[in-house]
């Protein structure tokens, strides 16, 4: 029988995890390469010169050339929080990394929060995955292991009398 390349893929480790992104600075960083991997892009006028200041917790880059100010977190998922980016980068870890996925109450339960905010994490997060996967559509032969496609339900009736 033949092995099943997918199922043994090494995937990021929670030792591995803690060590790349186990503090607000290497949260920062790996979100700056994300957003601006050639580097800042003013978004008012394009300029690359910038000035970083910091505004409370947060990283905030202000262009030399316009003045303009732009957030690391502005227009992302993280936007408007006040969780540490830390919390944010837990979750998407615990979430991508379910097999079978993740409740609100038990991502509430990993990352300390109260319910609500873990369900608006959660729904944020499965929302941003939803909106990456509506890009790519499927073309050519498909191949699905166990779909259950419709039909009825053999049993009869429902209730006592069945």
Request: some cysteine; proline content about 2%; overall charge positive.
């Amino acid at each position: 029988m033949a092995m099943n390349r997918i199922q043994f893929q090494s995937g990021l480790s929670m030792l591995k995890f803690l060590k790349d992104f186990g503090t607000e600075a290497q949260c920062e960083q790996a979100l700056e390469v994300a957003r601006w991997s050639d580097g800042f892009h003013c978004p008012r006028c394009n300029g690359t010169a910038y000035y970083v200041i910091r505004d409370g917790i947060r990283k905030v880059f202000q262009c030399r050339a316009c003045r303009h100010q732009a957030s690391l977190i502005a227009g992302t998922v993280f936007q408007g929080t006040k969780l540490p980016l830390t919390v944010w980068f837990l979750a998407i870890y615990l979430v991508s990394q379910a097999k079978t996925g993740l409740s609100s109450l038990a991502l509430k339960r990993q990352l300390g929060v109260s319910y609500p905010t873990a369900w608006l994490i959660h729904h944020k997060l499965m929302q941003a995955m939803v909106n990456r996967e509506e890009r790519y559509v499927l073309d050519g032969r498909i191949q699905v292991d166990d779909a259950y496609l419709g039909g009825e339900r053999a049993g009869g009736k429902a209730g006592r009398g069945s």
